[in-house]
């Protein structure tokens, strides 16, 4: 399995970047300050670095620099730091590639291919398209037309209900936590608001069921999560 050490002092951001990581095929190794940061890559030898320049009050160059002593693993900086002089800076000292906050799951996933790609690592193989319509058992998604079915009968969805699903269907097979449907599907960065996925999950539900009460497809996981029951075929950009 390709490793990818994951150095950011931000746990709730290390916890959703772990989970679209291991979505996308990799085992993630993560830290949360420069000690350990310094120490995991030593020990473990991460096939690449995703490092956090701001790791509270030590400096991500710092980390950068110290691995750069002793590996040419690929390092992705990521960055909340528009300043033109910390990405030179960065660069400079031996990072491969810079993401600035916020940034798409999808693209750090294809920023991180190509860097292993140039290194000659083969990371796990990307999904490829099936006639740009994302598929989980009975029902089919295409988001280009903002459109889902189910058994080819059409699905009155709002546009958060949509949102929702199209996120279970790419992560079907797995329970995705309460917190990131909250940061993916809503966008919020705190922990509370549960009650606003337990509900959109009962409507939604109530139009993917037949007996609501008896779900087949749409599962909730008290106090943990919620899951689609299948596998994703297909892009799941639906496009």
């Not at 690929?74 to 491969?96: M, S």
């Not at 797995?174 to 909250?182: D, E, K």
């Not at 779900?215 to 596998?231: A, C, D, I, N, Q």
Request: proline content about 5%; cysteine-free; aromatic content about 4%.
């Amino acid at each position: 399995m390709t490793r990818i050490l994951l150095v950011d002092d931000d746990e709730e951001l290390v916890d959703v970047l772990s989970f679209a990581l291991r979505r996308a095929g990799f085992t993630v190794l993560a830290a949360f300050s420069l000690k350990q940061g310094l120490e995991t890559a030593a020990k473990e030898r991460p096939d690449l670095v995703l490092l956090d320049l701001n790791l509270g009050s030590a400096d991500g160059f710092d980390l950068l620099a110290a691995i750069r002593r002793g590996s040419d693993v690929p390092v992705i900086l990521l960055t909340g730091r528009d300043a033109e002089d910390d990405k030179v800076r960065g660069l400079e000292l031996g990072a491969d590639d810079y993401v600035t906050k916020p940034f798409s799951h999808r693209e750090l996933v294809a920023r991180i291919r190509a860097h292993l790609r140039r290194h000659g690592i083969e990371g796990p193989a990307a999904r490829g398209p099936a006639g740009g319509v994302l598929r989980v058992g009975p029902l089919a998604m295409n988001v280009a037309e903002h459109s889902a079915t189910k058994e080819g009968r059409p699905l009155d969805l709002t546009v958060t209900e949509f949102r929702l699903l199209h996120y279970l269907m790419v992560n079907a097979g797995t329970v995705v936590p309460n917190r990131v449907l909250l940061k993916q599907v809503w966008g919020y960065d705190t922990s509370g608001g549960t009650d606003v996925v337990r509900v959109t999950v009962y409507r939604l539900r109530r139009k993917l069921e037949e007996r609501p009460d008896e779900p087949r497809l749409l599962h909730s996981v008290p106090g943990v999560g919620v899951m689609l029951k299948g596998e994703p075929l297909g892009d799941p950009r639906g496009t």
